[in-house]
């Protein structure tokens, strides 16, 4: 399997497993729907605006995309009140007059998300002064509140997030000070392959390497359970952007596996 392949089968499994575990919560006045869109796959949410829930993942995988296919996905977000979602792209699989295939349906081009990948390999040890430890349910709203804050979620959609203690297919790790919740990451493996997200930490807790801590946890946990490999992600990196995320994910021993172009609706 191609390492794009690889990566983009892994982050569908873990967002569906993530949909599901939210979809059975009783609490909560989001509302997060999923719709099949030829080979797409679109997640929408109108009460949350977040571009994490609201995007559109497999365009391309399967057949190179028509233009009929572009326009109904722009419009069934349109028709649900979403004005900004993410349409995934990943160039090499919908053909090479893509950029104005995508121009002509109604989209311009956006940031992009950086793909990483790294297999067995030596792990660092772990120096951060904070506690690393997998967590249960007990701290599943402390984990939803510190992601949520980091990622600029609606307070709304925190169950959302909190939902994810309670599937047997993600695991959950935080950093402590003492009692205090400092940092999460999750982990999400299936079929030998490791899926890396969720890492975020509290404002005051930055700067004791929780996240460089939480990615080798992370690593060695995912490695433990047989994985062959792993992947994670983040924003590609720009001028004038820190990118702390980016530099930590190649300090772990990754490599940059593919820039992932992300399409958003234009004017949006």
Not at 9 to 26: C, H, M, N, S
Not at 77 to 95: K, M, T
Not at 162 to 179: P, Q, S
């Amino acid at each position: 399997m191609s390492e794009s392949r690889t990566s983009e089968v892994i982050e569908a499994q873990a967002l569906e497993a993530w949909f599901r575990a939210a979809a059975g919560i009783d609490e909560g006045s989001f509302r997060w729907t999923r719709v099949r869109q030829g080979d797409a796959t679109c997640y929408a949410s109108a009460s949350e605006p977040s571009i994490l829930i609201n995007r559109v993942l497999g365009i391309g995988s399967e057949y190179r995309p028509a233009q009929e296919q572009l326009v109904h996905i722009r419009e069934l977000y349109a028709n649900a009140g979403i004005s900004r979602f993410f349409l995934h792209v990943i160039p090499d699989q919908i053909g090479e007059d893509y950029a104005e295939r995508l121009t002509e349906a109604g989209y311009e081009k956006y940031r992009g998300w950086m793909k990483f990948e790294r297999g067995a390999g030596d792990v660092d040890a772990i120096t951060t002064d904070l506690l690393i430890r997998e967590i249960g349910p007990e701290h599943a709203a402390a984990f939803a509140s510190i992601v949520g804050d980091a990622f600029d979620f609606l307070p709304d959609f925190q169950p959302a997030i909190a939902a994810l203690a309670h599937d047997d297919e993600w695991r959950l790790f935080m950093g402590f000070d003492g009692d205090a919740p400092a940092c999460t990451g999750g982990l999400y493996v299936k079929n030998a392959v490791g899926y890396l997200d969720f890492g975020a930490t509290h404002p005051d807790f930055r700067r004791r390497g929780g996240q460089t801590g939480l990615l080798n946890t992370r690593i060695r946990a995912a490695l433990d359970a047989g994985c062959t490999s792993i992947v994670t992600m983040t924003g590609e990196a720009v001028p004038g952007d820190e990118q702390h995320s980016y530099r930590n994910i190649l300090r772990a021993g990754f490599q940059e596996s593919y820039l992932r172009e992300n399409w958003i609706p234009a004017g949006s």
